[in-house]
């Protein structure tokens, strides 16, 4: 049997943890292992029980996600996968928390089966988590952004696994729709990263749609 995905909770609210915290805590692939009520208090966290995913609320009265975030992804090496909470979808804290390392954003208000889903997707870190919000998002934030995708030099191969990415594709689903093996995808999606000088799909998928390589139509 897997090790359950440890979970470690940060939100401000304590009614919100709580709710969490019963959903998650009622499947056996999911372990809460902590909570915590404000950014200051994540990373302290992080290195006591080592959890695979930080669920953190955006907005929060003395550190929000976007700076516990950066936090995490300042102190290099291994660290846990970041799912942002928030508030609105189209809140202009979720981007700029994406922009700072963190791998998928999620409502306040989502079913608990969507919940569950986004949370089993971001701990296996293979797919990006709400790709149409993120291309509005992006497309918000990319006038006048220099194109760092024609500037990288992807191959066309490359480059046509990177429009599966920023539609949101999953390895499986990029290896299926070309004719590829997954570990193929891997290496191209290795490839990628290390051209465009970012640290993971998610910066990626942004790259992608900031400098006009996709736009948000698809």
Do not use: C
Not at 84 to 105: H, N, P, R
Not at 121 to 149: M, Q, T, Y
Not at 165 to 178: D, H, K, P, S, V
Request: hydrophobic share 45%; aromatic share 6%; net charge negative.
């Amino acid at each position: 049997m897997n090790q359950p995905i440890r979970i470690l909770l940060v939100d401000d609210e304590p009614l919100v943890r709580s709710g969490l915290a019963a959903i998650l805590g009622a499947h056996q692939d999911i372990e809460v292992v902590g909570e915590a009520s404000d950014g200051t208090n994540v990373w302290p966290e992080v290195r006591r029980l080592q959890p695979d995913l930080v669920m953190m609320d955006v907005r929060m009265p003395q550190m929000d996600g976007i700076e516990a975030t950066a936090q995490m992804v300042a102190f290099g090496g291994s660290r846990p996968k970041i799912l942002i909470l928030t508030t609105f979808e189209s809140d202009d804290y979720v981007y700029q928390a994406l922009k700072a390392g963190a791998d998928g954003f999620l409502l306040k208000r989502a079913r608990p089966e969507e919940l569950l889903h986004t949370v089993r997707a971001v701990a296996v870190g293979d797919s990006i988590v709400f790709p149409a919000k993120l291309r509005e998002l992006a497309a918000v934030h990319g006038n006048n952004a220099p194109d760092r995708v024609a500037a990288a030099g992807l191959s066309s191969r490359e480059a046509e696994v990177l429009r599966h990415l920023a539609r949101g594709y999953n390895n499986q689903e990029i290896a299926q729709t070309m004719f590829l093996g997954t570990e193929t995808i891997k290496t191209h999606i290795g490839s990628i990263l290390s051209k465009l000088r970012v640290r993971d799909r998610t910066q990626a998928v942004i790259a992608a749609y900031e400098s006009g390589f996709m736009n948000p139509g698809g």
